[in-house]
C-alpha cells in the first residue's frame, strides 16, 4: 500500500479589472505577504540556528508498548511550543528572549502564518544542519554548504485561506469564483477576495473523491499568481515480489529514444503481445531549430545572452514543448498499461546520452533531449501509480540495444543508406549474426527490457566471488 501525489493548480486572475480580474493594489498585497513570510521565515532559521543543540535534543518518555522510560528524538510540534514561549509575548510567557521578540518585530502577524514558518524555518534548518555535519565528518575542503535561503511560497492553511466552490456554478460565467486570502497590505493583515480563473479541468480534479486535497501553497511569480494544491491518494499496490510470482505475469517496457520517444512493448508468456510507438512528431527537429538561433546568437555576441528577452522567450517555449510532449507520452503508456490490470511496468535506469564532441546546439538539443527522457520516466511513474495502481521497476539497462532480444546474442546496428546496408553505431535497425533476426532497433531494445527483468540470458544474475583472503 502506498500513497500518490499530485499538484492541481488554480491560476488567480491578475488580468485587468475592467475585464474581471483584481485590481493592482491587491496583486501587490500577494507579493508584500511573500515579501514579509520570507522575513518571518528568515527569523525563525536565525533563531534555530543560534540553538542548534535544542533542535537534536533527546526527550525522555514514557513507553506504553515497553513499560519502560525511553528516549527519542524532540519533535517538531514540541519544537514549535518551545521556540513560540521564546519568541512571542503570551499570558504564559510575559518574557521572551531580548534579542529574539518575534512579536515585537511583526505585530499582528497572524497565528496560522506564524506556525506555518516557524515549521518551514525548523524543516530548513535542520536539513542545513545535517548536510554541515556529513561535510564535516568526511572531511573535504570543497564543498562545504551554503546557509540556507529563507524565502519559500508560503502554505496556506484554513484560517488563512478559503475557496468555496459549492456556491458556484460555471455555466453562469467564469468570475462567480473567488479564493478569500488573508494577506498583508504592507501595514496590516486582511481579507480579499480573489477571482480564479476556474476551468473544468480544476473542477473535475478538485472533486475527484479519490483524491484529498490539503492546503494550497500561494505561488506569486513576476507576471501571475495561482495555488497550488497538493492532492494524495491511498493506492493499493502489489509488491514486485508477489506479482513475479505470477507466471502469466504481464509485463510493459518502455524503451525511451530521441526520435521514438517511446517504444512501448507488452508481453505475456514470453511473447509479444502488443506494440506502440510513440513518434516525436518533428519534435527534436523543431527544438534543434530553436536551439541553433540562440547557439549563434551566442556566438557572435561573444557572451551568454541567456538573460536576453527573446532567448528568455525561446527557452520558455523549449521548456514548454518538452513538458507537453512528456504529459502527452505518459499518457499513451499510461492508456497502455490500464489495458492490464496488475501488470508491471518496465523502464530502464536512465543512463545520460553523451553530449560530446558536435557543435554547441547539438550538444543543447541532447540535453533537452535527456531531460525530456527524465521527464517522462518521472510523469509516467506518477500517472500509471495513481490512476491504474501499476508498479514501475527499473532494470538494469546495460547492453539492451546491443544484444539479440530473439536469442540473446549480440548483434549490430545498420541503417539503410540509398538503397545500401551500412553498419553504424547509431543504426536505424538491429541484425543478429547468430539467428537472423532483424528489427527496429528501438524495438528490439524495448524487447530486452523484459529480459533484463526476468535476468534471462545477459542479464543473468551474476554469483558473486567469494572475497578474497589473505
Ligand atoms: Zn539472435
Request: charged letters at 25%; hydrophobic letters at 30%.
Amino acid at each position: 500500500m502506498g500513497q500518490a501525489s499530485r499538484t492541481t493548480k488554480l491560476l488567480l486572475d491578475l488580468s485587468e479589472r475592467t475585464r474581471g480580474g483584481v485590481n493592482t493594489s491587491k496583486r501587490a498585497y500577494l507579493e508584500e505577504t511573500a515579501k514579509v513570510l520570507d522575513a518571518a521565515r528568515a527569523f525563525y532559521l536565525a533563531f534555530f540556528l543560534a540553538h542548534p543543540d535544542k533542535l537534536t535534543e533527546r526527550v525522555r518518555y514514557f513507553s506504553e508498548k515497553h513499560q519502560e522510560e525511553r528516549e527519542r528524538l524532540i519533535s517538531p510540534n514540541e519544537l514549535l511550543t518551545w521556540a513560540e514561549s521564546l519568541t512571542v509575548v503570551t499570558a504564559a510567557h510575559p518574557h521572551p528572549l531580548p534579542s529574539y521578540t518575534f512579536s515585537e518585530q511583526f505585530p499582528e502577524f497572524p497565528f496560522i502564518y506564524r506556525r506555518s514558518v516557524i515549521k518551514d524555518a525548523l524543516g530548513k534548518a535542520r536539513s542545513y544542519l545535517s548536510n554541515l555535519a556529513n561535510w564535516n565528518t568526511r572531511g573535504k575542503k570543497k564543498g562545504q554548504p551554503g546557509s540556507p535561503g529563507a524565502s519559500n511560497h508560503p502554505t496556506l492553511y484554513d484560517e488563512a485561506f478559503c475557496l468555496d466552490l459549492d456556491a458556484t456554478d460555471l455555466r453562469t460565467g467564469p468570475h462567480t469564483c473567488f479564493a478569500r486570502l488573508k494577506v498583508y497590505t504592507g501595514t496590516q493583515w486582511q481579507w480579499y477576495n480573489y477571482p480564479v480563473e476556474l476551468s473544468r479541468y480544476f473542477e473535475a480534479r478538485w472533486r475527484d473523491p479519490a483524491w484529498e486535497t490539503q492546503s494550497p501553497k500561494l505561488i506569486v511569480r513576476k507576471k501571475s499568481a495561482a495555488l497550488h494544491f497538493p492532492q494524495v491518494k491511498h493506492v493499493e499496490a502489489k509488491r514486485v515480489k508477489e506479482s513475479k510470482e505470477d507466471p502469466h505475469l504481464v509485463t510493459v517496457a518502455i524503451d525511451l529514444n530521441v526520435k521514438n520517444l517511446a517504444v512501448i512493448t507488452v508481453r505475456r508468456d514470453g511473447n509479444t503481445i502488443e506494440t506502440v510507438f510513440v513518434k516525436d512528431h518533428g519534435l527534436d527537429q523543431h527544438r534543434y531549430g530553436h536551439l541553433k538561433r540562440i547557439a549563434k546568437k551566442q556566438w557572435q555576441s561573444g557572451k551568454p545572452v541567456a538573460g536576453e528577452h527573446s532567448n528568455q522567450q525561446i527557452w520558455g517555449h523549449v521548456r514548454r514543448m518538452n513538458e507537453d510532449a512528456s504529459h502527452k507520452v505518459a499518457r499513451a503508456i499510461v492508456t497502455v498499461c490500464t489495458r492490464y490490470p496488475g501488470c508491471v511496468l518496465l523502464f530502464e535506469r536512465l543512463r545520460k546520452i553523451q553530449a560530446k564532441g558536435s557543435s554547441k546546439s547539438r550538444r543543447m538539443n541532447r540535453k533537452q533531449a535527456n531531460q525530456l527522457r527524465g521527464k517522462i520516466n518521472q510523469h509516467t511513474k506518477d500517472k500509471a501509480y495513481a490512476s491504474c495502481s501499476t508498479v514501475t521497476v527499473e532494470v538494469n539497462p546495460h547492453g539492451t540495444s546491443q544484444y539479440c532480444s530473439h536469442c540473446g546474442a549480440r548483434g549490430e546496428r545498420f541503417s539503410y543508406r540509398g538503397g545500401k546496408r551500412i553498419r553504424e553505431k547509431w543504426g536505424k535497425l538491429f541484425a543478429c549474426p547468430t539467428c537472423q533476426y532483424e528489427a527496429n532497433a528501438d524495438f528490439n531494445a524495448s524487447v530486452n527490457i523484459h529480459h533484463s527483468f526476468y535476468r534471462q540470458w545477459h542479464w543473468q544474475q551474476r554469483l558473486k566471488l567469494p572475497p578474497r583472503t589473505g
